[in-house]
């Protein structure tokens, strides 16, 4: 059974620097996720989708994340994965890098 849709953004990755960006609603790539579009319809999701991964001279992994209406702030991250990719690089050392 296929999953129903839910309100999304698109994301990727930026080719040069890896940074997070996201679909803007101007269809530029921005570094703010509460700057992203947030799709509520899926066949328009999945054209804005089919038309990013055409852009692999600027982006690279791109997909469609849930996200939830945040108001003024913009779109917010559901899962915890894009909690984490918004906020930013985890490139510390902790746990086991902490011993190298």
Not at 24 to 43: I, S
Not at 79 to 100: D, F, I, M
């Amino acid at each position: 059974m296929a999953r129903a849709f839910r309100p999304c953004v698109l994301t990727a990755n930026d080719l040069f620097d890896g940074d997070v960006v996201y679909l803007a609603p101007d269809g530029a790539w921005t570094r703010r996720p509460g700057g992203a579009r947030l799709f509520e319809d899926e066949a328009e999701a999945n054209r804005s989708l089919a038309a990013a991964e055409a852009q692999e001279d600027v982006i690279v992994g791109p997909y469609l994340a849930a996200a939830a209406p945040g108001g003024r702030q913009g779109p917010e991250p559901v899962h915890v994965r894009e909690v984490l990719r918004a906020a930013g690089p985890s490139n510390y050392c902790h746990g086991k890098q902490a011993g190298s």
